[in-house]
């Protein structure tokens, strides 16, 4: 309520509804909801679901994860794909040491000590901010790969450092189809997503907004900055979390500490960034833009026929200049586009 009723965040509190109203449609939820979960396993090949379907919500997952944290919170971080790390080998570990471990629970619990990690890497996030504030999180992303690589104990005594992940089961059923992975997925990927929804329209998630838009006077009227700041970086990095065990288990099948490099964190923040940064919308958006782009370009590439090597410099520049258009036409990314087409489909063809 003192939100709501502050002067100095009122104007960017109304902003944030109407570029993201919070009203949806539920017909049309209930649709995507359907068509996902019925028509997507039917239709859908083998090679579309494992190669394309479940990493996008993977990705998805890691974006609302990142973008939770710098969308709303507005702490900036190139640490995700630590996170992710984080909890895929977490997860590999409880279930490997702790006999008759639930998959989902591991799952949990791997995005529990996720939100550990990101709990301590987030103190300098109290003190400073910006450019600094990355710099710490970047350190974030070394020093764990620096862990899972001198660590034998983190790798099961691996000699390469690559481990093959345990069968998915869950109650005796094992998901082995590409059909029951991508049905997996898609539950525990919606359920948080309606999480963090609701968790945005509560009193966490303005807290989140005021703090990005003024820390200073979201704490005179009430707001503790630094509960605030961590509990996004708990957040965060829990999703975070769980999207690297859904990683590592539904779709690469190992654990190794190249699958988490930088390329991967900087590819997330790329999601938000073309999605919509301070949407939930927008990091399925940008997930599937980035998924997708690597696939129509080479298709191009190959229709055109231009060489291997210039396909994929033309990807890097295609990324480059995407970022730099929607940072300077379209800040709110993919999402706001959205939501203008749905207006002007709304009105048209009456103009008023």
């Not at 992975?181 to 963090?196: D, H, Q, S």
């Not at 927008?282 to 590439?301: D, E, Y």
Request: glycine share 8%; proline share 5%.
């Amino acid at each position: 309520m003192l939100y709501r009723e502050a002067g100095q965040f009122k104007t960017s509190y109304q902003a944030d509804n109407q570029i993201f109203p919070i009203r949806q449609d539920r017909y049309a939820i209930a649709i995507v909801l359907l068509v996902a979960a019925v028509l997507v396993p039917l239709l859908a090949s083998p090679y579309l679901l494992s190669a394309l379907l479940i990493p996008f919500l993977i990705f998805a997952l890691a974006a609302l994860g990142l973008n939770i944290l710098t969308g709303y919170c507005g702490q900036l971080s190139l640490g995700s794909a630590a996170f992710m790390a984080v909890g895929a080998y977490a997860a590999f570990n409880f279930v490997a040491r702790v006999p008759g471990m639930p998959l989902l629970l591991a799952f949990v619990l791997g995005g529990l000590c996720a939100a550990v990690v990101g709990i301590v890497f987030g103190l300098p996030s109290l003190r400073v901010r910006g450019f600094y504030l990355a710099a710490s999180t970047l350190a974030t992303q070394f020093f764990v790969v620096w862990c899972l690589t001198k660590i034998p104990y983190l790798t099961n005594y691996s000699a390469s450092g690559v481990v093959t992940v345990q069968k998915m089961q869950i109650l005796g059923y094992q998901f082995n189809s590409p059909q029951s992975k991508y049905l997996l997925v898609l539950v525990i990927v919606g359920v948080l997503a309606l999480l963090a929804k609701n968790m945005i329209r509560s009193n966490v998630g303005r807290s989140w907004m005021a703090v990005r838009d003024m820390d200073v006077a979201a704490e005179v009227i009430g707001f503790r900055p630094l509960r605030t700041k961590l509990l996004a970086f708990a957040v965060s990095s829990f999703y975070c979390g769980v999207a690297g065990a859904l990683y590592a288990f539904a779709y690469l099948g190992t654990v190794e500490p190249e699958a988490y490099n930088l390329d991967l964190s900087f590819r997330i923040l790329f999601m938000i960034i073309i999605g919509g940064v301070g949407s939930v919308l927008g990091s399925f958006l940008g997930a599937a833009f980035i998924v997708l782009l690597p696939v129509m370009l080479n298709i191009v590439g190959h229709g055109l026929g231009l060489p291997t090597s210039f396909a994929s410099n033309l990807e890097l520049m295609v990324f480059g200049a995407l970022i730099i258009f929607f940072l300077i036409v379209e800040p709110h990314g993919l999402a706001r586009l959205w939501q203008v087409g749905k207006e002007k489909l709304r009105l048209w063809p009456f103009p008023h």
